[in-house]
């Protein structure tokens, strides 16, 4: 759900996403059970997209994070560096 919401965001333009790329799931999964055992698998059954009509797992954040930086928590300082700016009208 993590991504599904920062992805709706940044395309709504109500958000700066922040951050690495994501774990590029590739679309949505179905639990099932087989009859009469207690086994289970899960298979893909839809594939996702981006309000842009991208693949969902091609979405990369607006600011990437840049983890060789110095700074001892990046996206901490990623942060900072955001709240610190000038507002935009």
Do not use: C
Not at 24 to 40: C, E, K, M
Not at 50 to 63: D, I, M
Not at 68 to 85: C, F, K, V, Y
């Amino acid at each position: 759900m993590a991504e599904g919401i920062t992805i709706g965001l940044d395309a709504m333009g109500r958000a700066t996403s922040v951050g690495t790329e994501m774990a590029r799931l590739r679309g949505a999964v179905t639990y099932f059970r087989l009859p009469n055992s207690s086994f289970g698998f899960t298979i893909p059954t839809e594939r996702l997209y981006q309000p842009k009509g991208l693949p969902r797992e091609e979405f990369v954040p607006t600011r990437r994070l840049d983890l060789t930086r110095p700074a001892a928590d990046a996206g901490l300082a990623q942060a900072l560096e955001l709240l610190n700016a000038p507002a935009k009208p």
